[in-house]
């Protein structure tokens, strides 16, 4: 019997890898490495998985398959690959996988998410317009110059008060994003810029709701799991939701009295406008968490990486420096209003972000069976582009890993998603909504801080010796923060 056992044992494998062989030969699927029983491919993608998949694609092509437990993950690396998933089959892969972490938190999930809806419904489509409506449109982002210039100005008052200290150029950036968009939302401060590296409740809550995102969880890939939560993930969420909504709930609670007392809605913020389109407590606080949660760590990433890469690329910090004492004079603060005469400064931007886009894959789920490249795309497959393998491809981009902002100087790539080389935001459908904010919000901060001080590594270390290694959860993160030391200009 004992022998009987082990013979199976030794044959399931090779049952397997027989099955699946066939399965791909006669499906048409897109090449990839050979999957565990079981595990699939797994083992593959480890820490960090954009590098990973990066360098499996220079083995089995711009577009292949991966198996995780009973999934199957297409993903695109090129230019072509991406056209094809983004542009051409937009429509049938449009889809999200929801996290069962997020699932079962409540079923109104996917009726509430502007970013994860499973599908792009009629409800989707009306939250989009309403957060493009009175959030990103030409008009609203032009009328909230003057809170982008409030904020960022309380940013680099904190910074001239700490002249000398040694700062944490992540975490400042992090309340001062955080602070914009809950004003947007609902008309108040998040957190306390004074605050700065210390790890308050409200950023507590957003860092765990970030790692709980970004953590592997069975009953994704193993349906037989499902419901059961057996990590916990499902429980930790909930209660995280809970601690943060209590961060606004006074708030919401404030307002919805003051209707039901015959205020006038005046559509002041976000919030107002939710309120008179008929939503309730439980859908304004997961559209709260969604966009702080998304929205700052993306801004604050993107301006982290910005800065280190000027610190350690001497010559470009030289050069964007002369840019803004040219444009902007010697003591003036930099107002939004300048940027559109500052292409340096958004010639660093771009070049961050084509080095390290914040989302470094876009993740999409198809909808129907469907044919890219040639291959068969089966529906309800996983389906990713891995934009840091677009921004770093050698044959679009000369010296790929290089921080070369001229390269954009005369090029007429943008944010747009009309270029399937260079995606910093994603495209189609599901784009991410909050470009234009970002757009604004992430070169304002820069260039302050850039014409406002010198910056100086700790310990007189000197800038070849800064870390640049990447940490990846929801975004990408540097493995180790920026610390730096603001000093007044020319001393």
């Given at each position: 019997m004992n022998l009987f056992f082990l013979n199976v044992l030794l044959v399931l494998p090779v049952f397997y890898l027989i099955l699946e062989y066939t399965r791909r030969k006669f499906s048409n699927y897109p090449p990839g490495p050979y999957p565990l029983p079981i595990l699939g491919n797994f083992l593959n993608l480890h820490k960090p998985g954009h590098i990973a998949l990066a360098n499996l694609a220079k083995v089995h092509g711009p577009l292949m398959s991966l198996r995780l437990g009973t999934k199957?993950?297409?993903?695109?690396?090129?230019?072509?690959?991406?056209?094809?998933?983004?542009k051409i089959n937009d429509r049938v892969m449009c889809g999200r996988r929801i996290p069962q972490t997020f699932e079962a938190v409540g079923k109104t999930f996917d009726l509430v998410s502007i970013l994860g809806a499973?599908?792009?419904?009629e409800n989707w489509k009306m939250l989009r317009t309403m957060f493009k409506t009175e959030l990103v449109s030409a008009e609203a982002t032009e009328e909230k110059s003057v809170l982008r210039e409030e904020k960022v100005k309380v940013l680099i008052d904190f910074l001239s008060s700490n002249k000398g200290n040694v700062v944490n150029i992540g975490e400042v950036v992090f309340t001062t994003a955080a602070n914009f968009i809950s004003n947007l939302l609902f008309s108040k401060d998040f957190i306390s810029i004074k605050d700065e590296g210390k790890v308050g409740a409200a950023k507590e809550h957003i860092r765990e709701m970030e790692r709980l995102a970004s953590c592997f969880?069975?009953?994704?890939?193993?349906?037989i799991f499902r419901g059961l939560d057996i990590q916990g993930l499902g429980k930790k969420a909930l209660k995280c939701i809970e601690s943060l909504n209590a961060c606004w709930d006074v708030i919401i609670d404030e307002r919805q009295e003051?209707?039901?007392?015959?205020?006038?809605?005046?559509?002041?913020?976000?919030?107002?406008?939710?309120?008179?389109?008929?939503?309730?407590?439980?859908?304004?606080?997961?559209?709260?968490g969604e966009i702080l949660i998304t929205g700052v760590d993306t801004?604050?990433?993107?301006?982290?990486?910005?800065?280190a890469e000027l610190i350690k690329n001497p010559e470009a910090m030289t050069k964007l420096r002369e840019e803004l004492t040219k444009e902007l004079g010697g003591g003036t603060i930099v107002k939004d209003s300048d940027l559109p005469r500052l292409p340096f400064l958004n010639a660093c931007v771009k070049e961050t972000l084509r080095l390290h886009p914040t989302v470094t894959i876009v993740t999409r789920r198809s909808t129907e069976t469907c044919k890219v490249m040639n291959y068969t795309i089966p529906n309800d497959s996983l389906v990713w582009v891995n934009l840091w393998a677009l921004g770093r491809d050698p044959t679009k981009w000369d010296d790929p890993s290089?921080?070369?902002?001229?390269?954009?100087?005369?090029?007429?790539?943008?944010?747009?998603?009309?270029?399937?080389?260079?995606?910093?935001?994603?495209?189609g459908r599901r784009m991410c909504p909050g470009l234009p904010l970002a757009a604004r919000l992430v070169p304002l901060i820069v260039a302050s801080l850039v014409h406002s001080f010198d910056w100086y590594l700790p310990d007189n270390r000197s800038p070849t010796e800064l870390d640049m290694v990447e940490k990846l959860g929801i975004t990408l993160q540097k493995a180790e923060p920026l610390l730096l030391i603001p000093k007044s200009k020319g001393l």
């Amino acid at each position: 019997m004992n022998l009987f056992f082990l013979n199976v044992l030794l044959v399931l494998p090779v049952f397997y890898l027989i099955l699946e062989y066939t399965r791909r030969k006669f499906s048409n699927y897109p090449p990839g490495p050979y999957p565990l029983p079981i595990l699939g491919n797994f083992l593959n993608l480890h820490k960090p998985g954009h590098i990973a998949l990066a360098n499996l694609a220079k083995v089995h092509g711009p577009l292949m398959s991966l198996r995780l437990g009973t999934k199957l993950l297409v993903v695109g690396s090129s230019q072509a690959a991406a056209t094809e998933i983004l542009k051409i089959n937009d429509r049938v892969m449009c889809g999200r996988r929801i996290p069962q972490t997020f699932e079962a938190v409540g079923k109104t999930f996917d009726l509430v998410s502007i970013l994860g809806a499973n599908k792009c419904n009629e409800n989707w489509k009306m939250l989009r317009t309403m957060f493009k409506t009175e959030l990103v449109s030409a008009e609203a982002t032009e009328e909230k110059s003057v809170l982008r210039e409030e904020k960022v100005k309380v940013l680099i008052d904190f910074l001239s008060s700490n002249k000398g200290n040694v700062v944490n150029i992540g975490e400042v950036v992090f309340t001062t994003a955080a602070n914009f968009i809950s004003n947007l939302l609902f008309s108040k401060d998040f957190i306390s810029i004074k605050d700065e590296g210390k790890v308050g409740a409200a950023k507590e809550h957003i860092r765990e709701m970030e790692r709980l995102a970004s953590c592997f969880n069975l009953e994704d890939y193993y349906p037989i799991f499902r419901g059961l939560d057996i990590q916990g993930l499902g429980k930790k969420a909930l209660k995280c939701i809970e601690s943060l909504n209590a961060c606004w709930d006074v708030i919401i609670d404030e307002r919805q009295e003051s209707i039901k007392n015959g205020a006038i809605c005046k559509d002041k913020d976000f919030l107002d406008a939710l309120l008179a389109n008929g939503l309730n407590k439980d859908q304004i606080n997961w559209i709260f968490g969604e966009i702080l949660i998304t929205g700052v760590d993306t801004s604050s990433g993107a301006v982290e990486w910005a800065m280190a890469e000027l610190i350690k690329n001497p010559e470009a910090m030289t050069k964007l420096r002369e840019e803004l004492t040219k444009e902007l004079g010697g003591g003036t603060i930099v107002k939004d209003s300048d940027l559109p005469r500052l292409p340096f400064l958004n010639a660093c931007v771009k070049e961050t972000l084509r080095l390290h886009p914040t989302v470094t894959i876009v993740t999409r789920r198809s909808t129907e069976t469907c044919k890219v490249m040639n291959y068969t795309i089966p529906n309800d497959s996983l389906v990713w582009v891995n934009l840091w393998a677009l921004g770093r491809d050698p044959t679009k981009w000369d010296d790929p890993s290089a921080f070369r902002p001229s390269r954009f100087l005369e090029s007429n790539l943008g944010f747009m998603g009309s270029n399937y080389e260079y995606l910093p935001f994603g495209t189609g459908r599901r784009m991410c909504p909050g470009l234009p904010l970002a757009a604004r919000l992430v070169p304002l901060i820069v260039a302050s801080l850039v014409h406002s001080f010198d910056w100086y590594l700790p310990d007189n270390r000197s800038p070849t010796e800064l870390d640049m290694v990447e940490k990846l959860g929801i975004t990408l993160q540097k493995a180790e923060p920026l610390l730096l030391i603001p000093k007044s200009k020319g001393l």
